[in-house]
C-alpha cells in the first residue's frame, strides 16, 4: 500500500510513540527486558562493592570526613598558657571566639589598678558603666568599693604595691541584661582567669560575690562564705559582699567592714612573715 502519509504526520507518530515509552525498534531476534535490567542490577551491585581504584583515572569521591568536635576549655586553656605577659593575655582574651558574649559586648573589660599590688580582686562580670568604660568596678558599685578600699588604706591608684589593688572579673564580657554567666562561660573562661593571677602574683585575693565564689572555689552561698578564708591557686582567698548587694542591703556592711579588718589585718601578718 503506498505510503501516503506526510513527514509533519510522520514525526507527530513517531513523537507519540516515544511518549508511550517506545526506545527500540522491532528488530530481528526477541529481546528480553528482564534479562537486561537483573545484568544492570548486577553490575551496579559489582561496582558498589569494588574497592576505589588507584591511577585509574577513575575520578573517586572522597568520603565525608566528620567535622573535629570544638574543645572550647581546652583552647582557652591553651590560650591562656602561651601568655606569658598581662598584654598577651589580654591579647588571648580579643581573639577567643567560643564565647557568645562577645558578640554582645560593646568592650572587653580586662583589669584596672596597679599589676604589682599584694590583693587582687576578682569580681563576677561587667555592667553597663564597665562595658562602657572597659574597666572593671566603675559604676555606683566602684565607687563604693573605692570607699570601702580607702577604709583601710587600700587604692587601685596607689603607686605603691603595698596600698594598691588589681581588680579584674571572672567574666571579661558584659553578659545580656547583667544575667548571671552560665556554667559553661565561666568554664571555659576560667582558664583565662586563672593565667590572670599567675601573672599578677598577689599575695591575697579577694573574691567577690557569689559568681566569683562559684568560680574559684565551687561554691555558692555568699553569705555563708564571706569572712571565711579558703585557699584558691596556693594563695589566700577572702569571700566577700560584692558591692552591689550592699547598695541593694545596707544592713549587710557591717559584716562587709569585718571582712574588710580581716583582710587588713592579713596583709599585716604576711607582710611582717616576710623576711
Same mark, same amino acid.
Given at each position: 500500500?503506498? $505510503?501516503? +502519509?506526510?513527514?509533519?504526520?510522520?514525526?507527530?507518530? &513517531?513523537?507519540?510513540?516515544?511518549?508511550?515509552?517506545?526506545?527500540?525498534?522491532?528488530?530481528?531476534? /526477541?529481546?528480553?527486558?528482564?534479562? &537486561?535490567?537483573?545484568?544492570?542490577?548486577?553490575?551496579?551491585?559489582?561496582?558498589?562493592?569494588?574497592?576505589?581504584?588507584?591511577?585509574?583515572?577513575?575520578?573517586?569521591?572522597p568520603a565525608v570526613q566528620p567535622k573535629a568536635k570544638e574543645d572550647p576549655i581546652g583552647e582557652a586553656r591553651a590560650a591562656a598558657a602561651g601568655a606569658t605577659t598581662l598584654e598577651e593575655l589580654r591579647a588571648a582574651l580579643a581573639a577567643y571566639e567560643h564565647c557568645? +558574649?562577645?558578640?554582645?559586648?560593646?568592650?572587653?573589660?580586662?583589669?584596672?589598678?596597679?599589676?604589682?599590688?599584694?590583693?587582687?580582686?576578682?569580681?563576677?562580670?561587667?555592667?553597663?558603666?564597665?562595658?562602657?568604660?572597659?574597666?572593671?568596678?566603675?559604676?555606683?558599685?566602684?565607687? &563604693?568599693?573605692?570607699?570601702?578600699?580607702?577604709?583601710?588604706?587600700?587604692?587601685?591608684?596607689? /603607686?605603691?604595691?603595698?596600698s594598691a589593688v588589681y581588680i579584674t572579673n571572672i567574666l571579661p564580657w558584659r553578659p545580656p541584661q547583667n544575667r548571671d554567666p552560665k556554667p559553661?562561660?565561666?568554664?571555659?573562661?576560667?582558664?583565662?582567669?586563672?593565667?590572670?593571677?599567675?601573672?599578677?602574683?598577689?599575695?591575697? &585575693?579577694?573574691?567577690?560575690? $557569689?559568681?566569683?565564689?562559684?568560680?574559684?572555689?565551687?561554691?555558692?552561698?555568699?553569705?555563708?562564705?564571706?569572712? $571565711?578564708?579558703?585557699?584558691?591557686?596556693?594563695?589566700?582567698?577572702?569571700?566577700?559582699?560584692?558591692?552591689?548587694?550592699?547598695?541593694? $542591703? /545596707?544592713?549587710?556592711?557591717?559584716?562587709?567592714?569585718?571582712?574588710? +579588718?580581716?583582710?587588713?589585718?592579713? +596583709?599585716?601578718?604576711?607582710?611582717?612573715?616576710?623576711?
Open positions: 500500500m503506498a $505510503n501516503d +502519509l506526510s513527514t509533519e504526520a510522520m514525526i507527530a507518530a &513517531l513523537d507519540f510513540q516515544i511518549a508511550l515509552g517506545a526506545d527500540t525498534c522491532v528488530a530481528d531476534a /526477541p529481546l528480553d527486558r528482564y534479562a &537486561l535490567s537483573r545484568e544492570e542490577a548486577e553490575r551496579r551491585r559489582a561496582a558498589a562493592a569494588a574497592p576505589a581504584q588507584v591511577g585509574t583515572g577513575r575520578q573517586v569521591t557568645e +558574649l562577645k558578640k554582645a559586648a560593646r568592650t572587653l573589660v580586662f583589669s584596672d589598678g596597679q599589676p604589682g599590688a599584694r590583693v587582687m580582686i576578682i569580681g563576677e562580670a561587667p555592667g553597663r558603666d564597665e562595658d562602657i568604660q572597659g574597666k572593671p568596678f566603675v559604676g555606683r558599685a566602684g565607687q &563604693l568599693l573605692d570607699r570601702m578600699l580607702g577604709a583601710i588604706g587600700l587604692a587601685r591608684g596607689a /603607686p605603691d604595691p603595698g559553661e562561660e565561666i568554664a571555659m573562661l576560667k582558664p583565662f582567669v586563672e593565667r590572670h593571677v599567675a601573672l599578677v602574683e598577689p599575695d591575697l &585575693l579577694v573574691l567577690m560575690g $557569689n559568681i566569683s565564689c562559684q568560680a574559684m572555689l565551687g561554691r555558692r552561698g555568699i553569705t555563708r562564705l564571706r569572712g $571565711n578564708w579558703a585557699d584558691v591557686l596556693g594563695l589566700p582567698a577572702l569571700p566577700m559582699f560584692h558591692p552591689a548587694y550592699l547598695l541593694r $542591703n /545596707p544592713a549587710a556592711k557591717r559584716e562587709a567592714w569585718s571582712d574588710l +579588718l580581716s583582710l587588713k589585718a592579713r +596583709l599585716r601578718s604576711r607582710a611582717e612573715e616576710r623576711p
